[in-house]
């Protein structure tokens, strides 16, 4: 399948446009203790678009003044960004932010991170792999931490297209090299082969304890504070949308859903969520809207306390 093919049906998996946001009227506020912040963008998005991350960076350095806020760019230049996305093996990035991380002078003393669509998995991978600097709050904004299964917004009476290319798409996803170079793909988790899903698995499958339990894994990510996560109630581009607060389908299905709490991973405490639930460190939080369509007023009322 070519490059522009698989890159235009995993468009319309998650959808490749930038976020929206709608500017209200600021709130201004001011604490010299406040952590640096680093964002990670979504698919489709890169670290400095003037309508969506550029405008995020800007608004929290507006809404809290002197705060140093890093929007990580994956690659030398802005349309690399972009591209890697969509084609850097997943494991390559985080290595990469997670070496990049470590050389910031300004992250030393600890840091905040927020992630938009993909790129808030990723940086829960950050967190339960690279504990040095120390990352204390990881707000997820429409993060698909328990993967994607499906193809969303089909126009009209078409669905039964979204079905054969979604089938088309389970069919390679788990093969080596549809692993090694579709960042999607290796978040593609099919609740009807779970046993091909955990064995091929690069990415998404490791961080999520499928195989085995990676004990550093589990303790790294409870050192986090606050580990937040954004439902979007009326998303129509993330399939299933529960993933954002980390739940999924059942397994042998692809009808039901179940929460977080009805998990196995949950259950079994495999990744520590269940104690961090227990402790306070969970918080879950929807809004009203499409995948990442938000106000500043909204924002700025739900998710800069956490900055603070």
């Known amino acids: 399948i070519s490059r ?8 319309l998996l998650l959808g490749a446009g930038p976020l929206l946001l709608l500017a ?9 203790a406040t952590l640096p912040l680093v964002l990670w963008h979504g698919m489709g998005d890169s670290c400095c678009n003037p309508l969506s991350m550029g405008s995020i960076k ?6 809290i003044p002197g705060i140093d806020v890093l929007s990580l760019m994956i690659g030398k230049t802005v349309s690399q960004d972009t591209e890697n996305g969509f084609f850097m093996d997943v494991n390559e990035q985080v290595s990469m932010v997670c070496s990049q991380l470590a050389q910031d002078p300004k992250l030393k003393d600890g840091y905040n991170a927020m992630g938009f669509s993909q790129g808030g998995q990723f940086l829960r991978a950050v967190a339960q ?3 040095s600097p120390p990352m204390k709050t990881l707000i997820s904004v429409g993060g698909q931490q328990q993967g994607v299964y499906g ?3 089909c126009p009209g009476e078409s669905s039964h297209i979204c079905d054969w290319i979604r089938k088309e798409l389970n069919a390679g996803a788990y093969t080596d090299i549809v692993q090694k170079h579709l960042v999607q793909a290796q978040y593609w988790h099919d609740p009807l082969n779970d046993d091909l899903y955990k064995k091929h ?3 998404l499958a490791d961080i999520n304890q499928e195989r085995v339990v990676n004990e550093t894994y ?5 050192l986090l504070d606050k580990f937040v996560m954004v439902k979007f109630l009326q998303d129509s581009v993330v399939d299933p949308a529960d993933t954002e607060w980390f739940g999924f389908l059942k397994t042998g299905q692809a009808k039901e859903t179940e929460t977080l709490q009805e998990s196995v991973l949950y259950k079994e405490d495999r990744l520590g969520l269940a104690a961090m639930d227990a402790a306070g460190k969970l918080d879950f939080l929807g809004t009203e809207g499409d995948h990442l369509q938000f106000t500043r007023e909204w924002f700025n009322a739900k998710l800069v306390p956490y900055l603070r």
């Not at 589990?218 to 409870?222: E, I, R, S, T, V």
């Open 4 to 11: 522009f093919k698989m890159t235009a049906l995993l468009s």
């Open 58 to 63: 800007k608004m929290i350095e507006e809404t």
């Open 151 to 153: 193809l969303p917004k």
């Open 218 to 222: 589990k303790k790294n990510l409870q």
């Open 201 to 203: 698995s690069l990415f």
């Open 24 to 32: 209200l009227n600021p709130v201004h506020g001011s604490d010299n």
């Open 129 to 131: 792999r690279c504990p």
